[in-house]
Nanobody, 122 residues
């Protein structure tokens, strides 16, 4: 069974940076899309970014494009989200997610982590 575990959340001032990590286990991820969603208080969960395990293509939501960078370490089964120029509106619980089918990832991945809180103060 696929298991995803996030780390790296915390409190940061606006304009600062944080890096989230996600450790994946339980499958061979060569055909997976993996990435991040977030959910702010009172809002629906939203797509942030994803990366194709094979080939490394990356995709971002318009709200984070140019500020966030997703990457992976195949040997360690890890993905990362480098978040720069953080804004108060980036405050949310960030979830690592994975799906064995690329096309379904943005609409609802099959596997989820437990989430990590990111708070950006103004």
């Amino acid at each position: 069974q696929v298991h995803l575990s996030e780390s790296g959340g915390g409190l940061v001032q606006a304009g600062g940076s944080l890096r989230l990590s996600c450790a994946a286990s339980g499958d061979t991820f060569s055909s997976y899309a993996m990435g991040w969603f977030r959910q702010a208080p009172g809002k629906e969960r939203e797509y942030v970014a994803d990366i194709r395990w094979s080939g490394g293509s990356t995709y971002y939501s318009d709200s984070v494009k140019g500020r966030f960078t997703i990457s992976r370490d195949n040997a360690k089964n890890m993905i990362y989200l480098q978040m720069d120029s953080l804004k108060p509106e980036d405050t949310a619980v960030y979830y690592c997610a994975a799906d064995p089918r690329y096309v379904t990832f943005p609409s609802g991945p099959k596997y989820w982590g437990q989430g990590t809180q990111v708070t950006v103060s103004s």
